[in-house]
């Protein structure tokens, strides 16, 4: 249940709800990385796209508008959300997308040779068909992470620096017995969290993507 409770908590992290204060008889919900995102974001083509990100003057967080188009992934405009981000003072070390969009990164041009010989030992061979890392003109030496998320909506890939991302706790992960009943016994897991966008400028966000 504590794995479960924790997925949850990733996939409210990655969407793109707005912020909810909540009231008396409604939970607060907290914004989710592609609502706080609005400095750096690209698409091939951002016909009807909004991004109206955080309101410092009232503090709310308001849910992004996709573009009416979608298009596949294309390095050309990755490569312009990098310079973005460095532009406004980050410096992402990690991509993240849904299946498709991971595989598609895959294709970009730099990995279409490699391969890995394993001669003269005569171990088994690999065909080299997946990038683990994207190295910039702007990425630091360990280049930028690309990582499939199962969770974040697929239309979109997220690029992050997670020095100005984290998770804020007013109550750590916790269990806790509940009434017993005979010999049944219950237990909760609980926390409670939100979203730490440090400065949402070091982020960037690709949206618009095929899906299939």
């Known amino acids: 249940m504590s794995k479960e409770l924790k997925r949850d ?6 969407q793109n709800a707005a912020l909810a204060a909540g009231d008396a008889s409604t939970a607060a919900q907290m914004a989710g990385l592609e609502s706080w995102i609005s400095t750096n974001v690209v698409a091939k083509r951002e016909t009807g796209m909004q991004n109206p990100g955080f309101n410092a003057s009232n503090g709310s967080v308001a849910a992004p508008t996709d573009p009416t188009n979608s298009d596949a992934i ?14 406004s003072g980050g410096e992402p070390d990690v ?9 598609a990164i895959s294709g970009f041009t730099g990995i279409a040779s490699l391969f890995r010989d394993t001669a003269p030992s005569l171990d088994r ?4 068909g997946s990038a683990d890392i994207y190295v910039s003109d702007f990425s630091g030496p360990g280049g930028i992470k ?6 974040m909506r697929a239309k979109t890939a997220l690029l992050l620096d997670f020095e100005m991302l984290g998770v804020a706790y007013l109550r750590p992960f916790q269990t806790y017995e509940l009434g017993k009943t005979g010999d049944n016994e219950k237990r909760t897991i ?13 982020h960037g966000k690709y949206v618009g993507l095929t899906t299939s």
């Open 9 to 14: 908590l990733e996939f409210a992290l990655t």
């Open 190 to 202: 609980m926390t409670e969290c939100t979203l730490a966008v440090l400065n949402e400028a070091a």
């Open 95 to 103: 991509l993240i997308t849904g299946s498709f969009n991971r595989q």
């Open 125 to 128: 061979a690999s065909i080299m």
């Open 74 to 87: 294309e390095e050309a405009t990755f490569k312009t959300l990098v310079a973005e981000c460095w532009n």
């Open 146 to 151: 690309i990582m499939a998320n199962r969770f």
